[in-house]
């Protein structure tokens, strides 16, 4: 499912994307396409994070990557509730952390099988150290020490985490979270996100381009060559 933003593919923004997802059968699967771990992001963007931080009553899952916070948690223990700063970065294209008050769920050495391989034949995951953390709105993050591409439900069920529990999942991928999400996402979103794996062709810079090319110029034409 998708609505057209941006002159190339059709994504929705973010604010759609979030107000969709709870007008829908859950959970829905946003598909975070600047962050999209498979292409080689840092796994770290909070962009939809941000969003869903704004939200009420949030049943929804994201996963960051972020060593620094998981070292933290481990000192801290199950059940204390720490005023965090989580991924991102100032003045980068993942966006600003995300700050909060979060509690302190579970910790986890991150390693887990998947039985029915999804993508690529993969069945050994090691995401290293990793904490569950709940917002006081009840965001769920996890917080991994390695990056994780999510291609297994097994990331989120080795954690004693439900995926049906949540409306939405955060999948920072494009396709690939297809295969693995599907048995219990009715509904996929891709959401245009900034970041260095952005799918919307408007978002990058260019330094060497002709112009007029379409799609950057609608009018551009193709005269017939002699």
């Given at each position: 499912m998708a609505a057209p933003n941006g002159?190339?593919?059709?994504?929705?923004?973010?604010?759609?994307?979030?107000?969709?997802?709870?007008?829908?059968?859950?959970?829905?699967?946003?598909?975070?396409?600047?962050?999209?771990?498979?292409?080689?992001?840092?796994?770290?963007?909070?962009?939809?994070?941000?969003?869903?931080?704004?939200e009420g009553d949030c049943r929804a899952y994201v996963a960051l990557c972020d060593p620094a916070v998981v070292a933290g948690a481990q000192q801290a223990g199950i059940g204390a509730s720490l005023q965090l700063s989580i991924g991102g970065q100032p003045?980068?294209?993942?966006?600003i952390p995300l700050k909060g008050m979060f509690e302190i769920v579970s910790l986890h050495a991150g390693r887990f099988a998947e039985d029915a391989p999804q993508h690529g034949g993969k069945t050994e995951f090691d995401m290293g150290p990793?904490?569950?953390?709940?917002?006081?709105?009840?965001?769920?993050?996890?917080?991994?020490?390695?990056?994780?591409?999510?291609?297994?439900?097994?990331?989120?069920?080795?954690?004693?985490?439900?995926?049906?529990?949540?409306?939405?999942?955060?999948?920072?991928?494009?396709?690939?979270?297809?295969?693995?999400?599907?048995?219990v996402c009715p509904n996929f979103i891709r959401v245009d996100t900034p970041g260095i794996t952005s799918a919307n062709m408007e978002r990058l810079a260019y330094t060497h381009r002709r112009s007029p090319m379409y799609p950057f110029e609608r009018d551009a034409t193709w005269p017939p060559t002699q």
């Open positions: 002159n190339v593919g059709a994504y929705w923004d973010i604010s759609t994307a979030v107000q969709k997802s709870q007008e829908l059968e859950g959970p829905v699967c946003l598909l975070e396409m600047g962050d999209n771990i498979g292409a080689g992001s840092a796994a770290k963007a909070t962009w939809i994070a941000q969003a869903l931080m704004q003045d980068e294209i993942d966006g990793t904490v569950i953390l709940l917002a006081t709105n009840g965001l769920t993050l996890q917080v991994t020490t390695h990056r994780t591409s999510p291609w297994s439900l097994g990331q989120l069920t080795h954690c004693g985490l439900d995926p049906p529990a949540f409306q939405i999942i955060v999948a920072k991928g494009g396709n690939a979270p297809l295969a693995a999400y599907k048995d």
